[in-house]
């Protein structure tokens, strides 16, 4: 392992805030060559959920987003906190943003978020989701919407569902069998 290259000679953290950290790697990519600076954003891992409900349809989530200055149809998500197991954040978020409760997990994989600029994971699981929880009330600024697989596909085609580690999401649940999105 000495002898590869890439090797990071140095790293510096700057913490922006208590969700994001910007990271300083000084990259020397060939013996003597003079490092490179890279900037990445650090921050916690974080999770999508694609759930389905027992008459078929899929929870969706509506919330402006200051980063892209818009609101966005999601996946249930969230960040994992530090201590939290995965799939323990997911029966939390999934909750919280919907007011479904669990019947089962599955988990579908865990990524890199972005390769080029985010140092995190994304966690994706498929919840067989429940009923809503008795006495649920959306959390202010955040619509819930049940779709079907196939209203799903149609807001994907019209650019009307625009998360991209979400759409990842659904597509490993398609790969690992629990949903048909149509065609």
Request: proline share 7%.
């Amino acid at each position: 392992m000495a002898d590869e290259w890439p090797k990071i000679r140095a790293r510096r953290t700057t913490t922006i805030s208590p969700w994001m950290d910007v990271i300083a790697r000084e990259v020397e990519f060939e013996p003597g060559a003079e490092p490179q600076i890279y900037h990445a954003v650090g921050q916690r891992d974080y999770l999508a959920i694609v759930a389905l409900t027992a008459d078929g349809r899929i929870p969706l989530v509506r919330q402006y987003r200051p980063a892209v200055e818009a609101f966005t149809w999601e996946l249930p998500a969230g960040l994992i906190e530090r201590g939290e197991d995965a799939a323990e954040t997911c029966r939390r978020e999934l909750q919280e943003e919907t007011g479904l409760t669990v019947r089962a997990i599955h988990p579908l994989g865990s990524a890199a978020a972005c390769t080029g600029r985010l140092s995190n994971r994304v966690h994706s699981f498929f919840v067989e989701a429940g009923p809503v929880a008795a006495g649920f009330k959306p959390e202010a600024g955040l619509t819930v919407a049940l779709r079907t697989p196939a209203e799903i596909a149609a807001m994907i085609k019209a650019g009307d569902f625009v998360q991209q580690l979400h759409l990842g999401a659904l597509m490993l649940a398609e790969l690992r069998g629990f949903l048909t999105l149509p065609r």
